[in-house]
């Protein structure tokens, strides 16, 4: 961990990447420290103003500080992205470890399953979910999972694929080693490190379809501050002031730095070789 | 005299010039079936928004205001709304008319209006059919209660006809005749098309004709050489469906449309700072917005929360908020300058705490209470709902916004389609409307629970009274009968009224636009300046 | 393969040293290497794994990686200093007068450009029409015993086997007539009755061409062989060379002498105990001073623990790098 | 070969079933039914009754379903509820604007992004190397939405070089391709960034392998090593991430159709499901993912004729 | 002495080609036989090896043998239980009686694992939890000749010979009757070659274990063999002690493989006998005598009928028209 860190420093765009993500998750955190302001509380004296001393990134049209809503909007995009690609991770990884290793008919029926979900653009899947359950962070959640989960489980397939033809699983199945242990102690180990990279790389993505999402009005339920609908904001305020989408894009455009830079950055130390069979 | 402004036509030079400069910019091949080229020079061509695409090109089936704007430029009318500020109607195929009695009005039509394709001239024959073609059950329009109580039309002579109503329906002079279900169309071109027609239409007798119709792209409308009125003001008018507001302005500023309404938001940088060569007008709109609650919900059954919650709602803020300070509070349903419109509300629009307190004491939830504010996810809907559940949380009342997507929003107070309409509390409500009151007050009847009352207000005075106004032909009564009728709402305590909107429109000083009262264009009526 | 013998040397290296900068310090793959391969002869490069065997041929062909230095030595190869001449220079020789086959046949070729259209690419300095080309390669092709070569040309790498793979390598090094074949493990990846064939076909080339052949292999056998000369690699460090005879059979450095011992092709009878090499190949990052070799040679006196042994000669044509070699 | 097509066209049809009556299902289990929406607030209940009983809504969802593909068979993707025009007019109608739009947003994502990764990966951790990526990685967050308005801001109301709105005249190609030029930017633009981020990584990774030290040991050029030894490996990927991006496109194509008020498939999805306007919701989602297929398929053509390994495989 | 294992008639096939394909191109048999009657035995605290080239079977039999792959034909018999019959239970009590040694030696160990758990694996699949796990490890390393602390190291760290006896004192872990070792000094510098086969032949001195053999090195064998059998195609062409088989190979193909063998002599005189063109594909098996396309010794009857089985004395037999024909040339 240590030597990955210190290897990553002599990256500079891989430290850059490092310092970013730090950052941004940290502000996110200790939004409730650092905001100068309520990200709820309206002030309709003071909207749609410039940035100013007592308004960093200036306010919205309900007045309220964009500063503190960009703070608080990390915790949101960073709640979307976790707790998606985490969950889109381990049912990607499920499925694709079991069409990797499980029987051929399985491994069509997972990979036909993929496929359809990829066939759909996911904006018309994203507005059928939202039609169905109304828009929420809920919704914006469950809307990734399902679309991510194909892309992890094709990578975790070609990968199981290709550890499955490696010496030591047939090491291992010679000595009686059930499946479920192969699986669970011998893949699923070498599957992860590579896999959590991708997954890294991805967080920006996911954090771009959220703020789509807004733009399409199927963001995140009002008042929660989330970049997504600040840009959303800013989309219609743009003939008023342009701040509100500056401070939306700001973070987007930091965090996505950060998490590609870090995430090719671990690549190139572990495996060059990753990106290929997406 | 050209009304492609000057300056648009550098800009094409110019973008071809800079296009050639750059070469084909990867792009290879064009579709092949394109033949016609309209860019020549020296046409007029009109270039106008519209908010959505067209629908329907036949007055039965047409979809609201998108759809007449199309329509009442190629169909004739016996009247027709007159531009201007004040709502009143100019004659139009009709040469004389005149309400005979309450229920007869009859109409002299002029002569030698022709119908395109050949289906010959209009008589009052075609008045017939086109007017009773709407009520007849068996085509199923969607238009047909517009109509009223419209019985038959009987064709006096070649040219005269007296329409007959079953009871009395003022309405018909606002929102009938110069309206929708007003067009005329050619009887003998309808019966050959099968009765009813799509995008597409056999035969016109407008001022300009449908020449083509490029789905989510355009209309185009062609001049009419046998328009009765002689020469149309424009080669061609180009109708662009473009729904984003943002983008309806850009295209202004860049000079691809010559008017378009533009955002409320958008009115104080464009009178500080206006595009050159172009005006700006504020038209007061004819929507109305309010928060109803529904009176059957549990919560919402106790009128003192609902009294509550109108107090806590500041409508200044938010006109400030979601309208830019653009458009103002409304009194209740009806918007000023149409019969009915109330000068002052009961409840004031700005909020009061101490009172939605008093109230709220009074429904014994001085602990404070959660409520459900649902709310289309438009832009200016969901400022809004966040002012509103900033200031209720003042008073105690805790508020959670659900937005919900158009289908889903539109169908949430629909009881034939599940129990969701029972879990309505606060709903963030937004109807259009036509230049008549009666058009407001229909939705808020017993009859309607279910359908478009989603507060489920019933009060069998306000129904009788709603009855009666209709058919009302005394102006001054009307207007006194619809006021009271605004006020049982009120009182009622299921809706807070927010605001009738503002209409801004914007167009080049190269035309010169004619619009309704309330803002919408009447594209007929524009003529090159 | 003495200093006056010296204009008769296709390559000779001097001194050579190469570094790597690496996390884990400087890795010093190359130290003071000398190296001859004498015209017209086969010089076999033989050592383990991690001598530092591919560093030399990369310095000779100047394909080094990124973070190599190379502080001291030169490389001469017909006259001109590889490590000094211009880039342009330097391509210039690669392909046309020294040429390479590599270790793994199936990764060497381009596997989405055609056989053909590979050959025909090397010729490209050749004024010649691209038919004319096209029929050199068929010729080519046709003297390493492609069967059918004209048709095959159009086919893929992932067409022929390894063994052909080979062939084809040897081919398109051998094109253009190079004075110096460089051969990097040709045959490790074959199998034994292949690896015989490929041997034999390099020999006969290199007698009809009349090439060098810098001929590198872990093989014992393979380079007692095929080879006049061998050089004895061990730990980044030349420890020995001379001809194939001599090394083989009077071995002067004990590493050599072990080596050649614990090869099991060599012990004929069959024994349940092997002879060995106890221990381990140094550290490159952070040597040991003195012999390289020390910890692991049952000779080793104090003073291999603290002085490099020097590069001599301790018989005709045959150089050492020990403390116990005779002068 | 042929096998390979043979089964491929099967699983495509299975996968655009599948999808088809998926997303179906799901939009027939939201709240909102088409015919009130179509018919607007003055319906009364017997012309909604009237109305779904002619678009089928009547009946139940599996026998709707069945009934959609045996038309298909024949032909007939239905009608479209809003306008009374056959599903396949409307589809069609617009499938053309959005394909033209895809295609040339992704011929400038890859005739910028590809040389801009091999430069970066040639170039690997110069100070232009690095820029490129900030610039690059930059542009695959920048929204869609946001770019289309703010060049619709830049270029069309500041410069006045290109048209705001619109796809442009019918049959006047260069005013079709001014129009295309900004929506297709807009979509291009994150395709820009990803496909030089991803050709930089697989360039490094192809001028790694040995065959590209075998073509430098002779003395072959650094371009002839680069472009046409190394390149033709390095795109590989690309081609099967564009391939499978069509989804992707797909939605972006949509924003961008909204901002630049441009017809398209994008747009007229997001408005028929908005209006469950379910005739073209199958319509198009039929469409789409055919689009998908056929676009995955291709990529598998592109790469079989690239790399002839793939091409025995087949 | 008594047979640990027996294998007779053994037959392997794989699908070569799918049915639909088969169909379409008339094929009638998709399969192809990797291995194809194949006989031998395995004595108690022998060595038997398997020589052969790449692709000739060698590790499909290997394979076969510990019940990894199905045997098509004939029958595996494994100290008096039929292996081919085995239900899940038998196959796993068979399993803790074979061990394998890998080809590849840092490759055949799980990557994410460290050394101690990879060594004391055996046991926790096995259900002997309560071992003292550590200790055992510590044992185990010892007796391949390795420090304890190595544990703690992880398969990347380790060279290609220290890897190579952690495979060993896997293989050991549970005692087993037979361990089947897959090319055991491949990828191994020749120094340390000579460091595994002394271990491998310590410990069957000490511990008794049965070894099966698989190299393509006929350089190893004479040393570490009791008895060695010569693959070609998936099947055995001549099979004996490997004393007989060294010092008198009559099979065409086991004198070019011994012959392909060089010398670290430069002064040897070896009279080669040279293979023409390349292994045929399993696909389509050459006529009469298999090895006839390549046989520098054939003569007009090999390619029609399929040679006999020679008996060559001392258990040493082959399959060929014309054994040692060569030295009559």
């Known amino acids: 961990m240590m030597d990955a860190l210190h290897r990553i420093s002599r990256d500079p765009l891989g430290l850059l990447g490092l310092i970013l993500v730090v950052l941004i998750i940290a502000s996110a955190l200790l939004a409730g420290l650092i905001a100068p302001y309520d990200p709820i509380k309206l002030n309709i004296i003071d909207r749609l103003q410039g940035p100013s001393v007592d308004h960093l990134l200036g306010t919205d049209q309900l007045g309220r500080d964009l500063f503190s809503r960009v703070l608080y909007g990390g915790q949101v995009a960073l709640k979307v992205a976790f707790i998606s690609i985490a969950a889109a991770l381990g049912i990607g990884v499920f499925l694709g470890m079991l069409a990797g290793f499980g029987p051929k008919w399985l491994d069509n029926i997972i990979m036909l399953f993929f496929d359809t979900i990829r066939s759909f653009p996911t904006v018309m899947f994203a507005l059928a979910t939202v039609a169905l359950v109304g828009p929420s962070l809920g919704t914006v959640i469950a809307v990734i999972i399902v679309t991510s989960i194909p ?4 990578v975790v397939r070609t990968q199981t694929l290709t550890i499955k033809s490696n010496e030591f699983v047939m090491a291992e199945r ?15 180990p070498n599957v992860i490190g590579p896999l959590i990279i991708l997954a890294s790389m991805d967080i920006p993505t996911v954090i771009a379809l959220e703020a789509g999402l807004s733009f399409l009005g199927m963001g995140v339920k009002p008042p929660t501050p989330s970049w997504g609908s600040i840009l959303n904001d800013g989309y219609t305020l743009i003939r008023n002031t342009p701040w509100p989408i500056i401070a939306g894009s700001i973070p987007l455009v930091l965090i996505t730095l950060g998490f590609t830079f870090l995430g090719e950055s671990l690549r190139d130390l572990i495996d060059p070789k990753l990106r290929k069979n997406v | 005299m050209k009304v492609r402004p000057t300056v648009q036509t550098g800009v094409n030079q110019k973008r071809r010039q800079i296009l050639k400069a750059t070469g084909a910019i990867g792009v290879a091949a064009t579709t092949g079936a394109f033949s016609e080229v309209i860019y020549a020079q020296g046409k007029k061509i009109l270039k106008i928004r519209a908010y959505g695409d067209l629908r329907s090109l036949d007055p039965a089936f047409s979809q609201g205001v998108i759809d007449e704007e199309i329509q009442s430029c190629i169909y004739s009318k016996l009247i027709q709304y007159k531009p201007g500020r004040e709502w009143g109607y100019d004659l139009d195929a009709a040469e004389s008319i005149e309400q005979v009695d309450a229920t007869h009005i009859k109409f002299k039509l002029k002569a030698g209006i022709m119908f395109t394709g050949g289906h010959g001239e209009m008589t009052a024959e075609d008045v017939k059919y086109s007017f009773e073609r709407i009520i007849n059950k068996d085509l199923e329009s969607t238009n047909a209660p517009d109509w009223g109580t419209l019985r038959e039309v009987i064709v006096d002579s070649k040219y005269e006809g007296t329409i007959v109503f079953d009871d009395a329906y003022p309405p018909a002079w606002n929102i009938a005749m110069p309206y929708i279900v007003g067009n005329i169309i050619s009887k003998n071109a309808w019966q050959a098309a099968g009765g009813k027609v799509d995008t597409t239409t056999p035969s016109v007798s407008g001022p300009y004709t449908h020449k083509e119709w490029q789905p989510k792209q355009k209309t185009i409308l062609a001049r009419n050489p046998d328009w009765h009125g002689g020469d149309a003001p424009f080669d061609e008018i180009h109708i662009f469906p473009i729904d984003d507001e943002n983008t309806a302005q850009i295209a202004f500023e860049s000079g691809d449309i010559d008017c378009t309404r533009v955002s409320l938001g958008s009115v104080g940088n464009l009178k500080a700072s206006p595009p050159e060569n172009s005006t700006l007008e504020e038209y007061p709109s004819l929507f109305y917005v309010w928060v109803g609650m529904n009176v059957e919900n549990e919560k919402m059954a106790d009128i003192n929360l609902r009294k509550a919650v109108q107090h806590c709602i500041d409508v200044p803020s938010i006109m400030q908020a979601s309208y830019f300070g653009a458009a103002s509070p409304s009194t209740g349903i009806i918007a000023p300058g149409l019969i009915g419109n109330r000068a002052k509300s009961n409840v004031p629009p700005e909020m009061n705490i101490a009172k939605a307190k008093e109230y709220l004491a009074a429904a014994g939830m001085s602990d404070g209470v959660s409520l459900t504010l649902d709310v289309l996810n438009k832009a200016a809907n969901v400022t809004t709902a966040q002012v509103i559940q900033a200031t209720c949380a003042e ?13 889903a929003f539109w169908s949430l107070g629909d009881s034939s389609a599940g129990e969701r309409y029972k879990d309505i509390q606060l709903i963030l409500n937004r109807y259009s409307m036509a230049p008549d009151p009666s058009y407001a007050t229909a939705w808020f009847v017993t009859s309607q629970k279910g359908i478009w009352n989603w507060e489920r207000y019933s009060d069998p005075e306000f129904d009788r009274l709603e009855a009666a106004a209709k058919a009302e032909t005394d102006n001054s009564k009307r207007d006194e009968m619809y006021q009271t009728m605004q006020s049982m709402m009120e009182d009622s305590g299921a809706y807070r009224f927010l605001t009738h909107e503002a209409t801004p429109v914007i167009f080049r000083n190269t035309i010169k636009p004619a619009f309704r009262p309330d803002g919408l264009p009447l594209i007929r009526g524009f003529t090159s300046a | 393969m003495s200093a006056e013998q010296k204009i008769d040397n296709v390559l000779s290296i001097r001194d050579l040293s190469v570094h790597y900068s690496t996390n884990r310090g400087e890795l010093n793959a190359l130290r003071h290497v000398n190296l001859d391969v004498p015209k017209g002869s086969i010089v076999g490069v033989v050592g383990e794994s991690g001598c530092g065997k591919s560093t030399l041929i990369s310095s000779i062909i100047r394909l080094l990686a990124e973070n190599a230095i190379v502080p001291n030595g030169s490389i001469n190869f017909e006259g001109s200093n590889l490590l000094t001449i211009s880039e342009d220079e330097m391509r210039a020789i690669r392909g046309q007068r020294m040429s390479i086959v590599f270790q793994d046949p199936m990764s060497t070729l381009n596997p989405v450009i055609s056989i053909g259209r590979q050959m025909i690419d090397i010729q490209y300095r050749d004024k010649k029409t691209k038919q004319q080309k096209r ?8 003297s390493v015993g492609i069967p059918d070569p004209e048709s095959r040309l159009d086919q893929y790498p992932h067409e022929f086997s390894g063994g052909m793979q080979q062939r084809i390598s040897i081919a398109m090094a051998l094109q ?13 990846a074959l199998d034994a009755t292949l690896e015989v064939q490929i041997i034999h076909l390099l020999k006969d080339l290199q007698r009809d061409m009349g090439c060098s052949i810098l001929f590198i292999s872990h093989h014992l056998g393979v380079i007692a062989e095929l080879c006049d000369y061998v050089v004895v690699m061990y730990a980044g460090e030349v420890v020995e060379q001379g001809t194939a005879r001599d090394v083989f059979h009077l071995p002067a450095h004990p590493y050599t002498e072990k080596l050649l011992k614990c090869d099991p092709a060599s012990i004929a009878e069959k024994s349940r105990s092997l002879p060995t090499i106890p221990g381990e190949i140094p550290d490159l990052t952070s040597l040991p001073s003195g012999c390289v070799f020390k910890n692991r040679c049952d000779k080793a006196m104090p003073k291999c623990d603290s002085v490099v042994p020097e590069w001599r000669e301790s018989a005709q044509g045959h150089f050492v790098s020990c403390h116990w070699a005779k002068p | 070969m042929g096998l390979y097509f043979l089964k491929r066209v099967a699983l495509s049809i299975l996968i655009v079933m599948l999808a088809v009556t998926l997303l179906f299902c799901m939009i027939h289990m939201v709240p909102g039914d088409p015919a009130r929406i179509l018919l607007g607030p003055r319906a009364t209940p017997e012309l909604i009754a009237s109305l779904s009983a002619q678009m089928g809504l009547d009946q139940s969802l599996p026998i709707q379903i069945v009934k959609f593909f045996g038309n298909i068979l024949r032909g007939d993707l239905g009608m479209d509820v809003i306008t009374n025009r056959p599903v396949a007019a409307t589809v069609f109608g617009q499938l053309p604007y959005t394909l033209w739009l895809i295609f040339t947003a992704i011929i400038f994502a890859m005739l910028i992004g590809i040389p801009l990764g091999c430069y970066s990966a040639l170039h690997r951790n110069t100070l232009i190397d690095r820029i490129t990526g900030v610039i690059s990685v930059a542009c695959i967050t920048a929204p869609s939405f946001v770019v289309a308005l703010y060049s619709l801001l830049i270029f069309a109301v500041t410069l006045h070089w290109f048209p705001a709105v619109g796809a442009g005249d019918k049959g006047d190609f260069w005013d079709q391709v001014s129009h295309l030029v900004l929506p297709a930017f807009a979509i291009g633009l994150s395709w820009v960034g990803y496909l030089s981020r991803l050709v930089r990584a697989s360039m490094l990774e192809v001028m790694s392998e040995n065959h590209i030290r075998t073509a430098r040991a002779y003395g072959l050029s650094e371009n002839t090593v680069v472009y046409r030894y190394a390149l033709k490996l390095a795109v590989l990927p690309t081609v099967t991430v564009i391939g499978v991006g069509m989804g992707f496109l797909l939605s972006a194509a949509l924003f961008t159709e909204i901002v630049f008020a441009r017809p398209g498939i994008g747009k007229l999805i997001f408005d028929s499901i908005t209006t469950r306007n379910y005739p073209v919701v199958m319509g198009s989602v039929l469409v789409s993912t055919i689009l998908f297929v056929v676009s995955t398929t291709l990529s598998d053509l592109i790469n079989a004729w690239l790399d002839p390994r793939i091409r025995a495989s087949l | ?10 037959r392997v096939r794989f699908r070569g080609l799918s049915a639909v394909k088969a169909k379409l191109k008339g094929i009638k048999d998709p399969f192809i036989d990797a291995v194809r009657d194949v006989s031998f035995s395995i004595e108690e605290g022998q060595t038997f090896t398997l020589v052969g080239e790449s692709g000739s079977g060698k590790s499909t039999l290997a394979l076969a043998v510990s019940g990894l792959l199905p045997a098509a034909e004939g029958s595996i018999n494994f100290l008096g239980d039929e292996v081919t019959l085995m239900n899940a239970e038998e196959m796993q009590s068979y399993r803790r009686q074979i061990s394998f040694i890998w080809q590849n030696p840092v490759g055949s160990l ?24 550590k200790a055992e490890a510590r044992r185990l390393l010892t007796m391949v000749g390795l420090p304890a602390h190595f544990a703690e190291r992880y398969p990347h760290q380790l060279s290609g010979g220290q890897a190579r006896r952690v495979g060993v004192a896997r293989a050991l872990a549970l005692s087993p009757r037979l361990i089947i070792a897959d090319e055991p000094t491949a990828g191994l510098d020749v120094s340390v070659q000579g460091e595994i086969l002394n271990l491998l032949n310590r410990l069957q001195d000490e511990l008794g274990v049965s070894m099966f053999v698989i190299t393509h090195n006929l350089n190893i064998v004479r040393h570490i063999s009791d008895r060695t059998a010569i693959m070609y195609l998936g099947r055995f062409v001549e099979q004996g ?4 088989i060294f010092a008198q190979p009559r099979h065409p193909y086991t004198l070019a493989l011994l012959s392909a063998n060089p010398e670290p002599n430069p002064d040897a005189n070896i009279e080669r006998t040279e293979l023409k063109g390349e292994v045929p594909s399993l696909m389509n098996r050459p006529t009469g005598c298999e090895f006839h396309t390549r046989c520098p010794f054939v003569s007009t009857d090999c390619n029609s009928t399929f040679p006999p089985v020679v008996d060559a004395g001392e258990s040493h037999t082959l399959t060929c028209h014309y054994p040692g024909k060569h030295e009559q040339t």
């Open chain 1, 151 to 154: 892309t992890y489980g094709r």
């Open chain 1, 174 to 188: 010679a000595m009686g080693v059930s499946t479920t242990r192969i699986l669970r102690v011998h893949i699923l």
């Open chain 2, 395 to 407: 008073a105690g009342i805790t508020l959670e916004v659900n937005l919900h997507e158009s289908g």
């Open chain 3, 135 to 142: 029929q050199r390669s068929i010729e080519m092709l046709a």
């Open chain 3, 176 to 188: 253009a007539q190079p004075s110096l074949l460089i051969a990097d493990e040709p045959t490790t």
């Open chain 5, 1 to 10: 002495m008594s047979a640990v294992l027996q294998v007779k008639n053994l």
């Open chain 5, 110 to 133: 799980s990557p994410r694992q460290s050394v101690g758990a990879l060594i004391s694996e055996p046991y926790v699949v096995h259900g002997m939890k309560d071992k003292d796990l």
């Open chain 5, 241 to 244: 002690p490997t004393n007989s």
